[in-house]
């Protein structure tokens, strides 16, 4: 029986979410690409204003979490007519197949891009056993 293969899930996760909250602050779900190469699978998400103390990406077992906070930019002297830029929580769950190394997990943040490179496990191969006399 053929199976597709689904390294990477969109799903929700199968755990609540441990954290309630306490700020009265919007919550936003950053949009996302997902890409495979050979190696890896690599998320890229945009998450406007965002720099690698705002943003953490957590492995719990096999789900992966992202969850930053951008604060609205102190600009002195100048007045915000019009904004597209979200301020606020960002959140995002991913549920990952067994098909991702685990130890292997990378992260980076450049220019409100956060880029997660999700290393692929070496395939196991077939190996012959050697039968012995009984």
Do not use: C, W
Not at 7 to 25: G, V, W
Not at 64 to 70: E, G, M, T, W, Y
Not at 94 to 118: C, M, Q
């Amino acid at each position: 029986m053929d199976q597709e293969y689904k390294p990477l899930e969109k799903q929700p996760a199968r755990e609540p979410i441990e954290l309630e909250r306490t700020k009265n602050t919007k919550v936003y779900t950053p949009k996302v690409d997902i890409y495979e190469t050979r190696e890896a699978i690599v998320l890229t998400a945009d998450i406007p204003g965002a720099d690698e103390t705002s943003v953490d990406v957590i492995l719990d077992r096999n789900v992966l979490k992202i969850n930053a906070s951008v604060e609205p930019a102190d600009v002195q002297g100048r007045r915000v007519y019009y904004a597209e830029h979200d301020v606020g929580d960002y959140q995002r769950t991913f549920t990952l197949s067994e098909d991702v190394d685990r130890e292997k997990i990378e992260a980076t943040v450049k220019n409100g891009v956060l880029r997660v490179v999700l290393r692929k496990v070496e395939p196991v191969k077939a190996k012959k056993i050697a039968i012995k006399a009984g």
